[in-house]
């Protein structure tokens, strides 16, 4: 049964027991250690009845083709289970004698394996790697001497391929468990690890303890478990390694330097840039099992050589990757900015309340072992994206190209364009100065933003105007768009553009519709209902209530100028709903703006003799008590 065949009972183990594959695992062992073959026994001995017809085989297992598989086996079949006696099976023999009986390759199978099963145990560091290293590996591992007598009882060649293989296995394993990662510890695990091997290539006595083919396979299967951690990333000390080691071509390095250490060479780099930087990957048990098939350990010495691993699992890697990048857009200018980004993981028996910080761009860990990303700093609106509320709207944003829209905060200006954050200071000092806002220059405008049309309206109006300070619509226009861009409401200069037109244009601009609309946001803000009161937060309304208080006194002071000189034409419009002597467009506005009824309402009131001061000012609620009486003196002329 081939190994991807397992990937189907992956971390399945302890499920089988009681069951009639009770006897799987003492099978894999015997496949994986040999011994006598065993009668086989069902379906079985009709199946594998005529022996090889490649390999002559005896009455033993041949373990140069069963152990690989059944090793690896072992491993994912008791995947995390922590299994004492499997773990123990897997152990690297501590003998002269039992290592003798085991080829060295297969001791990085067996470390691998091991380490599947005992996965919890796991931690990216080389005392963990040297303590699945046996002592006798560890004291007699290159350890003859040039010119001396050989210890006949030691084999020093078993004893340093021994010792690299184990701990080329051990550092896949912590590749495999931190694939996707960038764990800090384990990339300064495997940069040790793999410097540690480029020094044992550099010393020719050790070379020839070992065998240069065995170095070159331990070290790029430590180079692929480094590419596996920082996956994604694009990890310039990393791709300097493997420019280092595809650099060794032509003679004498074609000798040892074979197809497939230029693969692995190029897996790494692949790795490194998965995706352009867009993906990273997963550490599910399923996608454990892929990338054993995938990185498995034995690479091919020519484009055609399937003897020990079909070339083509190589591709299986694809199903292991996933979508992890967040990309920051300013909603504004659409343009890609950096944010700090805090990440929070969900608790766990190793650590609690851990936090982690960082900059975006950026890859995200795997979203099973995080709680919650929170956009950070003074410069953005605040973003959070928890796993109780929106975490499906994360997952979505990382699926469609991973683009976060952000909005940058006024008075401050991107990383990019003010990376130590001094012209952003400069601009919140200028917010405490509340002196000199009707005549702001271009220049302290541009410091709270990047808007292209803000600045071009402060280029144009406000440049070289140097009489600004007498002119009335530029200290105006200069206090909005210093008032907007400062408290971060750049939308609505336009809407306080349209309220000032509608009262400093001509007569034709002061309609019943901007009347009405003037009239209804002052209801707003001085009712009970408004929001901004509610919440207490009256510094983020839309429209300064000061604005509009002195857009309502200039709209009263002309009406008032304009009804003194029109008093004879309004009392006879509410008495006969007849317009003469007086501007229409001016009485319509006058009528909106203080809700007077029209005549034929006033009639029904009015009692025969001309009305009272009383009944007038109930019916004018909205006219001040003088105005009142200046009508009722020239209704009372009139009659």
Request: proline share 5%; hydrophobic share 40%; charged share 20%.
């Given at each position: 049964?081939?190994v991807c ?30 011994g ?7 379906s ?5 009845k005529?022996?090889?017809?490649q390999i ?14 059944a ?7 008791y ?8 773990i123990?099976?897997?152990r690297?023999?501590d003998t002269?004698?039992?290592l003798?009986?085991?080829r060295p ?29 046996p ?12 010119g ?24 896949l394993?912590?590749?495999l ?7 800090q ?11 540690l091997?480029?020094?044992?290539m550099s ?10 083919g ?7 299967t430590?180079?692929l ?26 003679p004498p ?19 490194l ?8 990957l ?30 083509a699992f190589?591709h299986l890697y694809v ?10 857009r300013?909603?504004?200018s ?26 975006a ?5 795997e ?13 953005y ?38 990376p130590?954050g001094?012209?952003?200071?400069l601009?919140?000092s200028?917010?405490s ?25 402060a ?6 105007k140097?009489?600004?300070?007498r ?30 037109q509608?009262?400093n244009?001509s007569n034709?601009?002061?309609t ?6 003037l ?13 901004g ?12 209530m ?28 509410l008495?006969?709903?007849v317009?003469e002597?007086?501007?229409l ?14 005549p ?5 009131i ?8 009383p009944v ?9 008590v003088?105005t ?6 020239a ?5």
């Amino acid at each position: 049964m081939h190994v991807c065949q397992f990937c189907l009972f992956f971390q399945k183990g302890n499920e089988v027991i009681g069951t009639s594959d009770l006897g799987m695992a003492d099978t894999l062992c015997h496949f994986m250690t040999g011994g006598h073959k065993r009668p086989l026994i069902g379906s079985n001995k009709e199946r594998y009845k005529a022996p090889s017809y490649q390999i002559k085989e005896g009455d033993n297992i041949n373990v140069d083709v069963t152990s690989p598989g059944a090793t690896l086996a072992l491993g994912m079949l008791y995947f995390r289970t922590n299994n004492s006696a499997v773990i123990d099976w897997l152990r690297v023999p501590d003998t002269q004698f039992m290592l003798d009986q085991v080829r060295p390759d297969f001791l990085m199978l067996r470390t691998i394996s091991r380490g599947l099963v005992s996965w919890d145990f796991v931690v990216p560091s080389f005392e963990w790697i040297k303590s699945m290293i046996p002592q006798i590996l560890q004291e007699k591992a290159f350890e003859r001497k040039q010119g001396e007598e050989d210890d006949v009882m030691i084999d020093y060649e078993t004893m340093s391929q021994s010792y690299c293989n184990v701990v080329a296995g051990g550092c896949l394993v912590i590749g495999l468990k931190f694939a996707g990662t960038a764990n800090q510890m384990a990339f300064g695990t495997l940069m040790k690890s793999i410097k540690l091997a480029l020094t044992i290539m550099s010393s020719q006595s050790h070379v020839e303890q070992t065998g240069r083919g065995v170095l070159e396979n331990c070290m790029v299967t430590i180079l692929l478990s480094l590419a596996m951690v920082m996956a994604g990333s694009g990890n310039l000390e990393v791709l300097r390694l493997c420019r280092m080691l595809r650099a060794r071509i032509g003679p004498p390095h074609n000798i040892f330097v074979t197809y497939g250490s230029h693969m692995a060479i190029s897996m790494s780099v692949g790795l490194l840039f998965l995706g352009g930087g867009r993906y990273s990957l997963s550490t599910t048990p399923e996608a454990i099992g892929i990338m054993l098939c995938a990185f498995f350990p034995k690479f091919p010495f020519h484009s055609n050589d399937n003897r020990y691993h079909l070339q083509a699992f190589r591709h299986l890697y694809v199903l292991a990757t996933e979508a992890r990048v967040v990309l920051p857009r300013d909603v504004d200018s659409g343009e890609p900015c950096y944010v700090p980004l805090e990440i929070r993981f969900k608790d766990t028996a190793d650590y609690c309340g851990e936090v982690f910080r960082t900059s975006a761009p950026t890859l995200l860990p795997e979203l099973d072992k995080i709680e919650e990303v929170k956009i950070l700093g003074p410069r953005y609106w605040p973003i959070t994206f928890h796993i109780d509320k929106n975490w499906s709207t994360l997952k979505l944003l990382l699926k469609k190209n991973g683009i976060l829209f952000v909005k940058q905060r006024a008075g401050y200006l991107s990383y990019v364009l003010d990376p130590k954050g001094y012209r952003s200071v400069l601009a919140k000092s200028l917010t405490s100065d509340h002196s000199s806002h009707t005549s702001v220059k271009p220049d302290v405008i541009k410091a709270f933003t990047t808007d292209p049309v803000i600045s071009s309206m402060a280029d144009y109006f406000l440049m070289g105007k140097d009489d600004c300070q007498r002119n009335r619509t530029l200290q105006k226009l200069s206090s909005i768009l210093y008032s907007c861009v400062t408290q971060e409401k750049p939308e609505v200069i336009s809407t306080h553009l349209r309220l000032d037109q509608v009262l400093n244009q001509s007569n034709f601009s002061l309609t019943h519709l901007g009347i009405r609309q003037l009239k209804n946001i002052l209801a707003y803000y001085n009712s009970p209902f408004n929001l901004g009161k509610l919440e207490n937060v009256s510094s983020t309304q839309l429209l300064q209530m000061e604005f509009l208080l002195a857009l309502k006194s200039q709209l009263e002071d002309r009406l008032d100028r304009w009804q003194a000189a029109n008093m004879e034409g309004i009392v006879k419009y509410l008495q006969t709903n007849v317009v003469e002597s007086c501007d229409l467009v001016l009485l319509s506005a006058y009528v909106t703006w203080y809700d007077i009824p029209t005549p034929e309402e006033i009639s029904k009131i009015i009692v025969e003799g001309g009305p009272t001061l009383p009944v007038l000012c109930s019916t004018l609620p909205h006219l001040p008590v003088n105005t009142v009486m200046q009508i009722l003196a020239a209704w009372q002329a009139a009659v």
